[in-house]
């Protein structure tokens, strides 16, 4: 399985712009979908967004979407999460996965093997 280490987590003001940044290691990158998940403080960690193999498709939960961006360099084995117009309630940790499914069978965080260690993200109002 890929390992993967996320970074570029910190505090922010509401409105405010940050980017998220997964390195991987291993082999076959391009082999595998990836997904962002996040995991507010007493609650259950959700779907954030994914991408393809390639990074050509993309999907994201409707609380971000328009706000959230998700891309790929598998020439630099890394994924990103640019995040924009950040709201308090964005505040959570956030996590990288990858799977070996197909991105149009990645349903939820079981159809993801690979994980990184999450970064915090903290917005202010």
């Known amino acids: 399985q890929v390992q993967l280490v996320e970074s570029g987590g910190g505090l922010v003001q509401a409105g405010g712009p940050l980017r998220l940044s997964c390195a991987a290691s291993?082999?076959?990158?391009?082999?595998?979908?990836m997904g962002w998940f996040r995991q507010a403080s007493g609650k259950e960690c959700g779907f954030v967004a994914r991408?393809?193999?390639?990074?050509?498709?993309?999907s994201y939960a409707d609380s971000v979407k328009g706000r959230f961006t998700i891309s790929r360099d598998n020439a630099k084995n890394m994924v990103y999460l640019q995040m924009n117009t950040l709201k308090p309630e964005d505040t959570a940790v956030y996590y990288c996965?990858?799977?070996?499914?197909?991105?149009?069978?990645?349903?939820?965080?079981?159809?993801?093997?690979?994980w990184g260690q999450g970064t915090q993200v903290t917005v202010s109002s």
């Open positions: 996965a990858a799977s070996l499914l197909p991105v149009s069978q990645v349903l939820g965080m079981a159809d993801f093997g690979s």
């Open positions: 291993g082999r076959a990158f391009s082999g595998y979908a």
């Open positions: 991408t393809s193999r390639g990074g050509g498709s993309t």
